[in-house]
């Protein structure tokens, strides 16, 4: 298994931005399909976007236009630029990683991201 290990969350205003990384450990990040999802209290875990060993994006709707995910596989990082946030942004954002030729399923320990006024 990685090692994922999230930063950047905190408190913002509406209409706000922030930039989460996601450090990643091990020589294999570059294999690595790669991902962003967020649980709101009270809520299920759910996607937010993810990107592929090959670059290849997807969105949830709700952060299509907003957020924008990328990979420094030089850095063994994830990111997740978030512009425009809206209280419904609030949540803990987890970061996963997927190898499944290597059976890797792995986690992060979450960040917060509020936002208010």
């Known amino acids: 298994q990685v090692q994922l290990v999230e930063s950047g969350g905190g408190l913002v205003q509406p209409g706000g931005s922030l930039r989460l990384p996601c450090a990643i450990s091990?020589?294999?990040?570059?294999?690595?399909?790669v991902g962003w999802y967020r649980q709101a209290p009270g809520k299920q875990r759910e996607l937010v976007a993810r990107i592929s060993a090959g670059g290849t994006t997807n969105y949830a709707d709700s952060a299509k236009g907003r957020f924008t995910i990328s990979r420094d596989n030089a850095e063994n990082t994830l990111y997740l630029q978030m512009n425009s946030l809206k209280p419904e942004d609030t949540a803990v954002y987890y970061c996963?990683?997927?190898?499944?030729?290597?059976?890797?399923?792995?986690w992060g320990q979450g960040t917060q991201v509020t936002v208010s006024s």
């Open positions: 996963n990683a997927v190898a499944e030729t290597y059976r890797i399923n792995s």
């Open positions: 091990g020589n294999i990040f570059s294999i690595l399909d």
